[in-house]
């Protein structure tokens, strides 16, 4: 039997969700309607041909971005020499992490003073319902692991940003709202921008 979500370590969480998007990346996901199918994707924003393309790292070499360097890492242990970055991006993934503190402490550690972290993710508008909070698939399907926006407020605040600006897009609500059909999830989760600058002086 699985461990409880709420007594397992931050490995044991990053571990089954490395199982989770290693099964997706080669194409044996069970979830039949999540953030990562293309039905999703497309409410997200993302054309076909750009889902199609993602996968094909060498399209990087193929279509000639020689500016472009490929680093395999973890947000919380990012392979990114201290204060060498200027814009930090990613989308749906920091509401993955178990440790999302050190996640804000590494993304200040690795930009330039002025540097901005400008990301798309899930955010909580209201406290999750325990069932949900405890669900492994609901963590591994980007909804049980998401903050609630004064929660990320503050992470940010204390990893030392300013200018911090969460914006909810409540238009994401309808399809979060098929992630868990009939469960009223979209009341409690909406797709946000968070960004944040490192202060020229500190
Ligand atoms: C929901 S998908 C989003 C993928 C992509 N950013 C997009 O918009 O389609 C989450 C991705 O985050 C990755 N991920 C999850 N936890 C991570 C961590 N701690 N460090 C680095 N990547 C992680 C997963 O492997 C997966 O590729």
């Given at each position: 039997m699985k461990t409880k979500l709420a007594e397992s370590s931050s490995d044991t969480i990053r571990e089954e969700v490395r199982q989770r998007y290693g099964a997706t990346a080669r194409g044996e996901?069970?979830?039949?309607?999540?953030?990562?199918?293309s039905t999703s994707s497309d409410a997200l924003g993302y054309a076909a041909e750009d889902s199609a393309f993602a996968?094909?790292?060498e399209n990087a070499k193929l279509n000639g971005f020689d500016n472009v360097e490929f680093r395999l890492g973890e947000i919380e242990a990012l392979p990114v020499a201290d204060e060498s970055v200027d814009v930090i991006i990613s989308n749906c993934?920091?509401?993955?992490?178990?440790?999302k503190e050190r996640v804000f402490r590494e993304a200040f550690r690795v930009l330039r003073t002025g540097g901005r972290l400008a990301v798309a993710d899930i955010v909580a508008t209201a406290p999750l319902p325990e069932e949900v909070k405890g669900d492994w698939a609901a963590y591994t399907g980007c909804m049980a692991g998401a903050s609630e926006i004064d929660e990320l407020e503050k992470m940010l605040g204390s990893a030392g940003f300013d200018r911090i600006k969460v914006a909810p897009k409540d238009t994401s609500r309808s399809f979060i709202r098929?992630?868990?059909?009939?469960?009223?999830i979209e009341e409690y989760l909406v797709s946000a921008t968070i960004e944040a600058t490192k202060p020229l002086h500190s």
């Open positions: 996901s069970s979830c039949a309607d999540d953030c990562c199918t996968p094909e790292a993934v920091i509401n993955l992490s178990p440790q098929e992630w868990m059909p009939g469960k009223g």
